[in-house]
């Protein structure tokens, strides 16, 4: 098993910027990636970054350019640096670990809103 725990988060006005953390902590061998998904209300979670173990990254278009994922393995730490915030970021932010086996994201963190607004 692995346990994920996020912290950052809050609300931030539009142009700003935030940092969220994830600590994984457990049987983090069993797991070749980490990512930071997101889910609106009314709408599907999506992929918004993803970190693999041999460090390649992929970002969904609508945050290339202003969203940073990194990784600092010494502390089994993810983070997600936001800049340029815009209102429709706005949503409910999830870290989540890959199963190497399966393929999927089998362990999800606790949450944390964001929330864009003058």
């Known amino acids: 098993q692995v346990q994920l725990v996020e912290s950052g988060g809050g609300l931030v006005q539009p142009g700003g910027s935030l940092r969220l953390s994830c600590a994984a902590s457990?049987?983090?061998?069993?797991?070749?990636?980490m990512g930071w998904h997101r889910q609106a209300p009314g709408k599907q979670r999506e992929l918004v970054a993803a970190?693999?173990?041999?460090?390649?990254?992929n970002y969904a278009d609508s945050v290339k350019g202003r969203f940073t994922i990194s990784r600092d393995n010494a502390k089994n730490t993810v983070y997600l640096q936001m800049n340029s915030l815009k209102p429709e970021d706005t949503a409910k932010y999830y870290c989540a670990a890959r199963d190497r086996h399966t393929g999927t994201y089998n362990y999800w963190g606790q949450g944390t809103q964001i929330t864009v607004s003058a």
């Open positions: 457990g049987s983090i061998v069993s797991i070749n990636s």
């Open positions: 970190m693999y173990n041999g460090g390649s990254r």
